[in-house]
Nanobody, 120 residues
């Protein structure tokens, strides 16, 4: 069994910063690409950022220059540093991890979601 545990969400004023964390544990053989998605009320889930196993990154245009995705392979963790936050960044943020499980089955896992609210 594999679990993803997210942390780091909360309430922040516009212009502030937050750092999200997502750690995977369990029967994992290897972790491949890792992603952060978000879903605002009444909107579709959207890709925010992704990072490959080699460290290449990609960002949604709306967060380029403000958000930074990183990973710690030793901890099976992915992070999202969010700076210069705007009210439109308010959403539930989810991590998504592509894995090969210890039984050699490829499988994508989702975190439970963490609320980020940007408001004065």
């Amino acid at each position: 069994q594999v679990q993803l545990v997210e942390s780091g969400g909360g309430l922040v004023q516009p212009g502030g910063s937050l750092r999200l964390s997502c750690a995977a544990s369990g029967s994992i053989l290897s972790i491949h690409h890792m992603y952060w998605y978000r879903q605002a009320p009444g909107k579709r889930r959207e890709l925010v950022a992704g990072i490959t196993s080699g460290g290449a990154t990609n960002y949604a245009d709306s967060v380029k220059g403000r958000f930074t995705i990183s990973r710690d392979n030793a901890k099976n963790a992915v992070y999202l540093q969010m700076n210069s936050l705007k009210p439109e960044d308010t959403a539930v943020y989810y991590c998504n991890v592509e894995t090969t499980r210890s039984d050699w089955v490829p499988y994508d896992y989702w975190g439970q979601g963490t609320q980020v609210t940007v408001s004065s």
